[in-house]
C-alpha cells in the first residue's frame, strides 16, 4: 500500500514537473518570438533590428562590464578612477588587518610624476618621538578657534548625496578617530551630530540650511548653526572638483522629506544649486562674505576652490593686504579638478579644473609670496585616500587633507559607479531603506576610524623616515618626482619655493 502511494506521487510529481518544463519553455519560446518581432520592427537600436534578440545581449554586457572588469581583468594598478591596489590598502586600514606586501613594489618607479620620498640617514627613534602637534584655524581673528591634532579629515559629501546610514557612521567614526567631517553643501542634518564629531558646515552656493524664504544667506540661520558647539568652522564653497564652474546636482528621486527639511526646499525635485553665488561679483564681495560669516558665527571661516584661471587668487592677497588681515579667509580648501563623489557632466570632470599636483602648489606659492601663508591655512582636497597621497600634499604645501572617496572605501564603497541613481548596492549612497540594510552605522563606524587612525600613523612612518618629526615638518626638499624621462628629478625644481616679496614682508 505504502509503495503505490510512494509511487503514485513519484508520477504526479514528474508529470507535473514536465507539465511546468513545458509551460516555461513554451513561455520562452512566445517571449522569444515576442522579443524578435519588436527588434526587427522597431527603427531606434540598429544592432537590435539587424541581430534581432542577441543584440539585446549587448546592452547586458555593457552593464556588467564595468562591475566584472575591476575583479576579473584589470590590473592592480590599470584601473581609474581608482585602481585595486589603492581601494585594496583602504579596505585592510577599515578593517585594522595588516597593510604590509612582500616581494617589492608593484608600483613602476619610472612613471612620469611619481614621487619618492627621500630618507634620511638618522631617522627619529621611537622614544624621541613626540606628541601631534595642534593645527589652528582662525587664531588671533575668529572669536573661537579652532584647534586640532588631525591632518586627515573628511571631506565635503551632503546628506542626501550620502544615505542616513552612511552619515551616521562618518559621524561617529569621526569622533572616535578625532577627525573633522565635512556637511558638504546639503546642510546639518541629525544625523551629522549624532556621532558627537567635530564639524565643519559648508555653505554652498544654494545656501541649503542657512537660507532665508528668498534663498538668500540669513544672518540669524547663521547664528542658530554656530551655537551649535560641534559645529567648529565654516567653508564657503565656491567650486567642487567634480563640477567646477556648475553647482551641486541631487536628483528628485533622491530628496526625500528629511533632506527637503535639511536644505529647505520641496520634497521630490531635484536639487539644483547656482554655479556662483549670485551675491558675489568680486573679490571684494567675496572678501566681505568672508568676514561676514566669521563675524556673525564667530567661528573660523574659509573657502573652497577648484583652481583654473588663478589671476583671482593674486587679486584677493593683494586686496588682503588693502584691506587687512581680517578680511583673509582663514582657511583655503584646494580641490583638485579631476572629479569626486558627485554627479556631474563628464565633460567637467574629464577635462575642467586643475589637479591637485599643479593647483596646490601654487596657491601655497602665492600665499608665500604675498606674506599671508601664515594667516590662512592650507587644506588639499582631492583623490588623497592613501598615505602617499597625503605625504605628497603636505609636501607640496598642505597643512590638512580632506578626504570624500577614501571614508567612502572604508564603508564599504566598491567603486560601482551608481551615486548618481539611487542604486548603490552597498548602502552608501542611496535611500532605498532595502539597500541600506547592508550598512551597519556601528559596525562601519570602526572601520571609519580605523582608516583615518591607520592613514596618518602611516604618514607619520613617511615623516618619520624622511627625518623629521611631525608630518607638517615635510616639505618639498623631502621628495623628488619622476619627471618625463623616467628619472626622479627634486620637487623643489619642478615646484621651486616661492620667497615672500619684499614689499610683503
Request: some cysteine.
Amino acid at each position: 500500500m505504502q509503495l503505490d502511494t510512494l509511487g503514485h506521487f513519484t508520477i504526479t510529481f514528474i508529470e507535473l514537473s514536465a507539465l511546468l518544463l513545458a509551460c516555461v519553455i513554451g513561455g520562452l519560446v512566445l517571449w522569444v518570438v515576442y522579443m524578435y518581432i519588436v527588434d526587427i520592427t522597431q527603427k531606434s537600436h540598429a544592432i537590435r533590428r539587424n541581430y534581432p534578440v542577441l543584440g539585446r545581449f549587448r546592452y547586458l554586457f555593457e552593464h556588467l562590464g564595468s562591475f566584472f572588469r575591476q575583479y576579473f581583468f584589470a590590473l592592480d594598478r590599470e584601473e581609474l578612477p581608482f585602481n585595486r591596489a589603492q581601494r585594496s590598502w583602504v579596505y585592510r586600514a577599515a578593517k585594522n588587518i595588516d597593510s604590509t606586501v612582500a616581494f617589492g613594489s608593484t608600483q613602476p618607479l619610472s612613471e612620469p610624476g611619481q614621487v619618492i620620498f627621500l630618507n634620511a640617514l638618522l631617522p627619529p627613534l621611537e622614544q624621541e618621538i613626540e606628541e601631534r602637534d595642534h593645527i589652528v584655524f582662525g587664531e588671533g581673528f575668529a572669536r573661537t578657534p579652532y584647534r586640532t591634532c588631525s591632518f586627515f579629515n573628511i571631506s565635503a559629501m551632503s546628506f542626501g548625496a550620502l544615505s542616513a546610514p552612511a552619515v551616521q557612521a562618518l559621524s561617529r567614526g569621526a569622533r572616535q578617530a578625532g577627525v573633522w567631517l565635512n556637511t558638504g553643501e546639503g546642510g546639518l542634518a541629525p544625523y551629522h551630530l549624532q556621532g558627537g564629531c567635530d564639524v565643519v558646515f559648508q555653505i554652498g552656493t544654494a545656501k541649503y540650511g542657512v537660507r532665508d524664504e528668498h534663498g538668500a544667506m540669513s544672518d540669524a540661520k547663521l547664528g542658530e548653526i554656530a551655537a551649535i558647539e560641534q559645529v567648529r568652522m565654516f567653508e564657503i564653497k565656491l567650486s567642487q572638483g567634480a563640477k567646477p564652474g556648475k553647482g551641486g546636482i541631487l536628483p528628485g528621486l533622491k530628496v526625500t522629506d528629511i533632506i527637503a527639511s535639511t536644505r529647505g526646499i520641496p520634497a521630490g525635485q531635484d536639487s539644483i544649486s547656482p554655479n556662483r553665488h549670485p551675491e558675489i561679483d568680486s573679490v571684494d564681495d567675496l572678501l566681505d562674505m568672508i568676514h561676514r560669516v566669521r563675524e556673525v558665527t564667530g567661528k573660523p571661516t574659509g573657502i573652497k576652490a577648484v583652481i583654473g584661471q588663478s589671476d583671482w587668487l593674486d587679486d584677493m592677497c593683494q586686496r588682503i593686504h588693502q584691506r587687512g588681515l581680517d578680511y583673509a579667509p582663514d582657511f583655503i580648501t584646494v580641490d583638485s579638478g579631476d572629479g569626486g563623489s558627485g554627479a556631474a557632466p563628464q565633460s567637467l570632470i574629464d577635462n575642467m579644473g586643475l589637479p591637485i599636483r599643479r593647483s596646490l602648489p601654487m596657491v601655497a606659492d602665492k600665499l608665500n609670496y604675498y606674506g599671508l601663508r601664515d594667516r590662512v591655512r592650507i587644506i588639499a582636497s582631492g583623490k588623497l585616500i592613501n598615505p602617499t597621497d597625503v605625504a605628497t600634499a603636505l609636501c607640496l604645501g598642505a597643512d590638512t587633507v580632506n578626504s570624500a572617496r577614501g571614508f567612502m572605501f572604508s564603508l564599504g564603497c566598491i567603486q560601482a559607479m551608481q551615486c548618481n541613481r539611487n542604486t548603490c548596492p552597498t548602502g552608501v549612497t542611496t535611500h532605498n531603506e532595502e539597500l541600506q540594510k547592508g550598512l551597519d552605522p556601528t559596525d562601519k563606524a570602526q572601520r571609519v576610524a580605523s582608516y583615518a587612525r591607520n592613514l596618518m600613523h602611516e604618514v607619520e612612518v613617511i615623516a618619520h623616515s624622511c627625518g623629521v618629526m611631525h608630518p607638517h615638518l615635510l616639505n618639498r626638499s623631502h621628495a623628488y618626482i619622476v619627471s618625463d624621462s623616467g628619472y626622479p628629478e627634486p620637487m623643489t625644481a619642478r615646484f621651486p619655493v616661492i620667497e615672500t616679496a619684499p614689499e610683503f614682508q
